[in-house]
């Protein structure tokens, strides 16, 4: 299957720093050597245009965000230090989405190997996200005329606030955001809905949580569009997430998204949202997990299937 990368454009980071940046480049050397994707199938996502940024985020954080003259206080939110570097990969992000969302018309399902940054806001860029890729390509999708009623089913375990703010007043998306309980950001945007789970909570109870949530969503979208942000940080051994599933568990968690949503007749587009196992690698088994989730679903137009 194709999907969408932008693990080249890497930038400077202060050592130590928590932000998993070797997990793109394995993820997509590890979809090739699964077999989920040929070598060229894993495709490198241009810049965004800024044109497509500012449907959707403030003019002024966009300025600031390009010229490298965000505030003490909002590089610090962001909790990455500003470089061309950043930007430039940034944009790629969102690029990788946009593609994935169009791909994913055609072919019920696609993948970026990236995005899912949710915390970014109208006029804001937090926790490590510059711009919210998601809500850039419900706009290009819609300006498209490729979809119109949306549903977010936000799975990092991190509440998706940057979501909840830019959807906020938009009748046509769903915002569901399944989260820890007690976890960053302390300061919350309501989603649509809002799903806090006990630190500690494992598999069975989290399937069911989400299980009773999916109904409910699907029933008030009646989408005909979604995004899944598969985020790894729910994994047991997560050094942010404090919930308690296991890899099974997480896979069970993607195939029973991946069914309602497809059954439902919504096309889907995965991104990768966080992931910050002690080990990279762990982070990458899930993410690849999901990958196979994702190309056993692919449905290819040409086929008699
Ligand atoms: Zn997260």
Not at 14 to 40: C, M, T
């Amino acid at each position: 299957m194709d999907v969408w990368t932008h693990h080249r454009w890497r930038f400077p980071l202060p050592r130590r720093h928590s932000f998993p940046i070797e997990k793109y480049g394995l993820l997509a050397e590890r979809v090739v050597a699964d077999g989920l994707a040929a070598p060229d199938e894993v495709l490198e996502a241009a810049p965004a245009a800024w044109d497509d940024l500012a449907a959707v985020h403030d003019y002024g954080l966009l300025s600031r965000i390009r010229e490298g003259c965000l505030t003490v206080r909002e590089e610090r939110g962001l909790g990455l230090p500003w470089s061309r570097e950043l930007v430039e990969r940034g944009r790629r992000s969102v690029t990788g989405t946009i593609a994935a969302a169009r791909h994913a018309v055609e072919h019920d399902v696609a993948m970026n190997l990236g995005g899912g940054t949710h915390h970014a806001g109208r006029d804001f860029a937090r926790g490590y996200c510059l711009f919210n890729d998601v809500a850039v390509a419900t706009a290009a999708l819609r300006r498209d005329g490729l979809a119109d009623r949306m549903l977010v089913v936000d799975c990092d375990v991190h509440q998706g606030d940057g979501t909840a703010d830019i959807f906020a007043e938009d009748p046509r998306t769903f915002t569901l955001s399944l989260h820890g309980a007690r976890n960053y950001p302390f300061t919350r945007v309501a989603s649509d809905l809002d799903v806090d789970i006990a630190s500690g909570t494992g598999d069975d109870r989290y399937l069911r949580d989400l299980t009773e949530a999916l109904d409910f969503a699907l029933e008030r979208a009646q989408p005909d569009f979604c995004f899944y942000l598969a985020g790894a940080d729910p994994w047991e051994g997560d050094r942010l997430g404090r919930l308690a599933l296991s890899k099974p568990g997480l896979l069970a968690r993607d195939e029973l998204v991946l069914d309602r949503l497809l059954d439902a007749d919504a096309a889907v587009c995965v991104v990768l949202a966080g992931g910050y196992a002690d080990d990279v690698r762990d982070t990458v088994d899930i993410n690849a997990a999901t990958a196979a989730a994702v190309a056993s679903r692919v449905h290819a137009p040409d086929s008699a299937s």
